[in-house]
């Protein structure tokens, strides 16, 4: 079928809006009309890897509008958030772990099927898709059964997309994999759209002091509003040694963003023996990272941690209940563009206009 999706081509091009054929969904997969999509840090990095071009497009959400014949529990009519594809057969997925499926990288950043097919063309050329099994920069996109968390069809879609990626990523750093006791201390280094959905799972995990550290002084504003008892300016030259002082002795965890060594080295020093740092943000893909074997040795925990550690259709709707009760408050992160505002939308979102810029068709 024809359809609209913003094409790019290779590192740091811009969005180009066109028409494109889109495959009809095999037996196992779903096609989505996008109502919705989250603008999330990956879909910039990734721009790089598809030089002969690609749709990309990751926290899509919109309505089921055809579904193959081997699919079982959605049908047409359905609301749907995708989020990230696995395999569903590796150890890791067999062991509910799928954000560490053996498969995650070609399933989710190879651009074709698993079979090696394209599900998109323009003017008879494959470009690359199935970008996190969706490529939802698009008026329609096919995922598969298992990528599709189906939402309740009177919730805001605008809201729910991002929870596809960013946000699950964020919270679920804090929620699924720190797991901090109520009254602990927690950093979070890089308050963007996942820092500050990791300080909202903070939040609900009732931590007790809660530092955001960035270098844009609005997001730390906006941290301040969301519950960070304590904000930090990135830019001091004391920053560990702040922390130290206001946990009296070191954090108990900190959700590292930022991605940046000197930072990831300020985390770890920020924190106690026996402290945690989780690492979420990723700079440079084949940057290096130095730390002091000391301070590890010393039992300082230094770990990566991908999609929040979440199994989507469980998390996803956990993440909704808390924001319907009014304690997860993710709208307030979100700045909505119209789909062909998307470059103005990547450019609000590199300067710190927005937080989370969502896309609406
Ligand atoms: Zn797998
Ligand atoms: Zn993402």
Known sequence: MRISAAI??????????????????RPDEVLVRTVAVGLCHSDLSARGIFPDGAVLGHEGAGVVEAVGSAVTSLQVGDHVVMSFDNCGHC???LQGRPYRCLNFAPMNFGG???????AIHVGGAPVGGNFFGQSSFATHCLTTERNAVKVDPALPLEVLAPLGCGVITGAGTV???LRPEAGSSLVVTGVGAVGLSALLGAVVSRVGTLIAVDVVPARLELARKLGATHVIDGRDADV?????????????YVVETSGVPSVVRTAVTSVPEGGSVALVGIADTAGELTLGHYDLIMGRSVFGVTEGNSVPKLFIPRLIQLWQDGLFPVDELIRTYRFAEINQAVSDSLDGTACKAVLTF
């Open 112 to 118: 074709v099927r698993p079979d090696g097919s394209h």
């Open 175 to 177: 929620l699924n994999a």
């Open 240 to 252: 560990a040694e702040q922390i130290r002082e206001i946990t009296g002795g070191g954090a108990d």
């Open 8 to 25: 790019t081509q290779g590192a740091d091009s811009s969005f180009e809006i066109q028409e494109v054929e889109l495959d009809e969904p």
């Open 91 to 93: 150890k890791p997925c």
